[in-house]
């Protein structure tokens, strides 16, 4: 977002092990109960609640089936999920298109080391400094698929709002059937984790330090 002459850095606070997992490229796609208020860069700060280990297992096993179908068996996970720490930043490019607010997010980045910090609710400024600090130790993610979220298409339904999901292979483009269930799969995970943002969490939440 612009104030002036100055960009102002943006940054949103997420609960693990889905904070890390968008960071580290294995998550593109991000759930939330409104609409994605900017495109463009995102930092990715995660709260202070500890993961527990079933929850951690049951989102990595959800993308390995998820990367399964393309045929992607290695995936590398994160070997630990720190909370209260600013951990990286995507690029936000659109709204998904079958869904309402399906942030679509691309060019993962994350922190060698991640940054102490307090998140807050919403999307919020971030600090001047802890922008600057953290722009030094940014390293390009190396995701276990690229994928390129093409601009709408007028003649596909896949994509009558601004997005929709789409690998950069050819293959992919034969068969609609398998975009539309690897889509929808994608889909239900995002509308899943964004239940963590419903109205009465965020009245919970609203009490507690991020």
């Not at 060019?107 to 991640?114: G, H, S, T």
């Not at 963590?196 to 969490?201: D, M």
Request: net charge positive; charged share 20%; hydrophobic share 40%.
């Amino acid at each position: 977002m612009m104030g002036g002459n100055r960009v102002r850095e943006e940054c949103i606070t997420m609960h693990q092990p889905w904070a890390s997992l968008l960071v580290h490229g294995i998550k593109r796609v991000e759930g939330r109960s409104w609409p994605a208020p900017l495109r463009g860069r995102l930092w990715i700060h995660a709260a202070s609640k500890v993961p527990d280990s079933a929850t951690i297992k049951a989102m990595e096993d959800f993308y390995r089936e998820i990367y399964a179908i393309h045929g992607i068996t290695d995936l590398k996970f994160p070997d630990r999920y720190p909370v209260s720490r600013l951990l990286g930043c995507v690029e936000v490019v659109r709204l998904e298109a079958l869904t309402d607010f399906c942030w679509l997010c691309e060019q993962p980045q994350r922190l060698f080391i991640p940054l102490e910090m307090r998140g807050y609710q919403g999307v919020y400024p971030l600090d001047k400094k802890m922008v600057e600090a953290a722009i030094r130790g940014l390293a390009l993610v190396q995701c276990p698929q690229a994928v390129k979220f093409p601009l709408p298409d007028a003649h596909d339904p896949f994509s009558l709002k601004p997005g929709s999901i789409s690998l950069k292979y050819p293959e992919y483009k034969a068969s609609k059937v398998e975009l539309s269930s690897s889509l929808i799969a994608v889909i239900v995970g995002a509308t899943a984790a964004a239940t963590q943002f419903s109205k009465k969490n965020q009245t919970h939440q609203a009490t507690q330090p991020m």
